[in-house]
């Protein structure tokens, strides 16, 4: 062997081994059936992979909340009524949602599911109630809403006690998440009741988030580092971008080409997802990291297999995403996104143990315009 190869050879395998892997990301996709129905809809999952959303039942009629996990859909039932609907779940199993009871299905009352068990926590004196978001600490959030949905306040419930949060003067605001430092985010009118604007909660203060120049703007979820997502109108109402809110800048993240865009979640990675318009005026999931916009469609493992992902609702610590889109039925199906290899493979193979690697967020009640 000759020095020059030697010393080529050298080098080239030490470039191979300190440069980080770039590769397409690839993900498994599940879809996650139904109870009975055609369609269903994922909004929540957690660290352990457990998701929820709501499946319509035989007939398509009447729908039902629902966890899954180990490759089972499991009905968690109502409070009586003929629907129900859960948003979010911790890493200690407990559900967050709404549901119809016995004597109104038109108004719901917010719940809580743990140990097989669906609790009624009532409406809190308004005519319909959800909870969208639990954190860590079983601390979880929502909305009640007056008769006919005329006005609104978003609601903590520490673990039985519940709390209105400010507003920022007008009749109608909301909580979409909550972290596990219990910091709040939604959205609320102004004074006039002329704007709605992303709102943070943070202990007891609101502090308005904001907008991207126009006049509506709502905060969608937030992580433990305080970075939050959402959706804002651009200058004359022209189209709503998604966010990213963080050190008291709101950064447009863009679309797919569209003029709509929302990001529904992000984790504590800061790697954000949601929905965005393409060129062609359809609606894809995205997921956002590093500045970039990727539409989910064109990832592999999902191009090609007849599916289209509409709108990307959670993304856990793993990075697993769940969301809602069309098999190649055409029927809307709930699906859990895995990545391969796992978050925790992809770190050793671009450290450079490996020479090929592979790389590798509750319904929000999110606005209430009155445009």
Same mark, same amino acid.
Request: glycine content about 14%; charged content about 15%; overall charge negative.
């Given at each position: 062997?000759?020095?020059?190869?030697?010393?080529?050879?050298?080098?080239?395998?030490?470039?191979m081994i300190s440069q980080p892997v770039v590769a397409t990301p690839t993900y498994e996709i599940t879809d996650l059936g139904t109870l009975g129905g055609n369609h269903s809809y994922a909004f929540g999952l957690n660290d352990l992979g457990q998701v929820v959303g709501y499946s319509y039942m035989l007939g398509d009629y009447v729908r039902h909340a629902f966890i899954y996990e180990n490759g089972k859909m499991t009905d968690l039932g109502t409070l009586g009524g003929t629907d129900s609907f859960a948003y979010d779940i911790n890493n200690n199993g407990q559900v967050v949602g709404s549901s119809y009871t016995s004597s109104d299905d038109i108004y719901g009352h917010a719940f809580q599911y743990s140990n097989e068990s669906m609790r009624d926590l009532g409406t809190w004196?308004?005519?319909?109630?959800?909870?969208?978001?639990?954190?860590?600490?079983?601390?979880?959030?929502?909305?009640?809403?007056?008769?006919?949905?005329?006005?609104?306040?978003?609601?903590?419930?520490?673990?039985?006690?519940?709390?209105?949060?400010?507003?920022?003067?007008?009749?109608?605001?909301?909580? *979409?998440?909550?972290? *596990?430092?219990?910091?709040?985010?939604?959205?609320?009118?102004?004074?006039?009741?002329?704007?709605?604007?992303?709102?943070?909660? *943070?202990?007891?203060?609101?502090?308005?988030?904001?907008?991207?120049?126009?006049?509506?703007?709502?905060?969608?979820?937030?992580?433990?580092?305080?970075? /939050?997502?959402?959706?804002?109108?651009?200058?004359?109402?022209?189209?709503?971008?998604?966010?990213?809110?963080?050190?008291?800048?709101?950064?447009?993240?863009?679309?797919?080409?569209?003029?709509?865009?929302?990001?529904?979640?992000?984790?504590?990675?800061?790697?954000?997802?949601?929905?965005?318009?393409?060129?062609?005026?359809?609606?894809?999931?995205? /997921?956002?990291?590093?500045?970039?916009?990727?539409?989910?469609?064109?990832?592999?493992?999902?191009?090609?297999?007849?599916?289209?992902?509409?709108?990307?609702?959670? /993304? *856990?610590?793993?990075?697993?995403?769940?969301?809602?889109?069309?098999?190649?039925?055409?029927?809307?199906?709930?699906?859990?996104?895995?990545?391969?290899?796992?978050?925790?493979?992809?770190?050793?193979?671009?450290?450079?143990?490996?020479? /090929?690697?592979?790389?590798?967020?509750?319904?929000?009640?999110?606005?209430?315009?009155?445009?």
């Amino acid at each position: 062997m000759s020095v020059n190869y030697f010393i080529y050879t050298s080098t080239l395998l030490g470039l191979m081994i300190s440069q980080p892997v770039v590769a397409t990301p690839t993900y498994e996709i599940t879809d996650l059936g139904t109870l009975g129905g055609n369609h269903s809809y994922a909004f929540g999952l957690n660290d352990l992979g457990q998701v929820v959303g709501y499946s319509y039942m035989l007939g398509d009629y009447v729908r039902h909340a629902f966890i899954y996990e180990n490759g089972k859909m499991t009905d968690l039932g109502t409070l009586g009524g003929t629907d129900s609907f859960a948003y979010d779940i911790n890493n200690n199993g407990q559900v967050v949602g709404s549901s119809y009871t016995s004597s109104d299905d038109i108004y719901g009352h917010a719940f809580q599911y743990s140990n097989e068990s669906m609790r009624d926590l009532g409406t809190w004196g308004y005519s319909d109630t959800n909870l969208s978001a639990i954190n860590e600490a079983g601390q979880s959030v929502g909305s009640a809403y007056t008769q006919w949905f005329s006005s609104s306040s978003a609601y903590l419930n520490d673990n039985g006690n519940f709390q209105g949060l400010d507003s920022l003067g007008g009749r109608v605001n909301g909580a *979409n998440d909550i972290n *596990n430092s219990g910091q709040i985010v939604g959205y609320s009118y102004t004074a006039d009741d002329k704007e709605q604007h992303a709102t943070l909660y *943070n202990g007891t203060d609101i502090v308005d988030l904001g907008t991207l120049g126009g006049t509506y703007s709502w905060a969608s979820g937030i992580n433990d580092s305080g970075q /939050i997502v959402g959706a804002a109108y651009l200058a004359n109402n022209d189209g709503y971008h998604g966010f990213i809110y963080q050190d008291g800048d709101m950064v447009d993240i863009g679309t797919l080409g569209g003029r709509f865009s929302g990001a529904n979640e992000v984790n504590n990675h800061g790697v954000v997802v949601g929905y965005a318009n393409t060129l062609n005026d359809d609606n894809h999931a995205f /997921i956002y990291e590093n500045g970039i916009m990727t539409d989910l469609n064109a990832l592999n493992g999902i191009a090609g297999t007849g599916w289209t992902l509409t709108d990307a609702q959670d /993304i *856990n610590n793993r990075g697993q995403i769940v969301g809602y889109g069309y098999n190649s039925q055409w029927q809307t199906r709930a699906f859990l996104l895995t990545p391969v290899p796992e978050p925790e493979v992809y770190g050793m193979l671009s450290a450079g143990i490996g020479l /090929i690697g592979l790389v590798l967020r509750r319904r929000k009640i999110n606005q209430f315009k009155l445009c």
